[in-house]
């Protein structure tokens, strides 16, 4: 029973067309995340939300919008996909307890940009 | 800048071996370290977790060794078996819900 649900799977958009990717969750964990991965690196921390409180990492960039109108559903936005955002977008949630941070991951959406 | 590291980038080992993967750490005030898995074509999933005042924590077939003198983390995996083939990450967290992984391990396991 997938516990974090990330819709699509697969997605192709052109460079510079507007994307979104979603994200649910059946957990009903405070804490969700959205990671970046390209091909053979290890996921990248784009931001996340504690409720609905928002903290960007400071290297993303403003390309990368999130939005979070629920506890169950977190939304990436990539505004003006470029080549190099060609990657597998992996959405995380975890409880509110800093001190064990355990992330479950859904399956990823692998975008890419043509 | 902060990183944390694997030391090898792929190991291969016969299934029924015991396996055994680094990683070095660089920010010292990381209290807490998880290993994940992930096996292709899926997310990252929970292994073992230890925190910086334990040496050593034991789960179903995995060990995880901490040396915080050294900054280094290992996983070992015993009696490797084919269904241990996936990419290993080593993560930590410095502060509040920040987790960094590093680069990741991937592990053959030979039948």
């Known amino acids: 029973d997938a516990m974090v649900i990330q819709n699509p799977r697969y997605q192709v958009t052109q460079f510079g067309k507007p994307v979104t990717l979603s994200c649910s969750q059946t957990l009903n964990h405070n804490v969700m995340y959205w990671y970046q991965q390209k091909s053979s690196q290890a996921p990248k921390l784009l931001f996340h939300?504690?409720?609905?409180?928002?903290?960007n990492e400071a290297d993303t960039p403003d390309n990368f919008q999130s939005r979070r109108p629920n506890t169950s559903f977190c939304f990436l936005d990539i505004r003006s996909p470029g080549l190099g955002d060609a990657a597998m977008y992996l959405c995380?949630?975890?409880?509110?307890?800093?001190?064990?941070?355990?992330?479950?991951f859904g399956a990823g959406t692998r975008l890419s940009v043509l | 800048g902060e990183s944390v590291g694997l030391h090898l980038p792929t190991l291969s080992v016969q299934e029924g071996d015991n396996s055994i993967i680094n990683c070095a750490y660089s920010n010292s005030a990381s209290d807490y370290f998880i290993w994940y898995k992930q096996e292709s074509g899926k997310g990252p999933q929970f292994i073992i977790d230890i925190r910086s005042n334990m040496d050593k924590r034991q789960g179903q077939r995995v060990t995880v060794l901490l040396n915080k003198t050294v900054k280094h983390l290992s996983l070992q995996i015993a009696a490797t078996q084919p269904g241990d083939s996936a990419v290993y990450f080593c993560a930590e967290t410095p502060g509040g819900f920040k987790t960094i992984f590093g680069a990741g391990t991937r592990l053959f396991v030979k039948a």
């Open positions: 939300y504690y409720d609905k409180d928002f903290n």
């Open positions: 995380a949630t975890s409880r509110d307890s800093p001190v064990q941070n355990i992330q479950y």
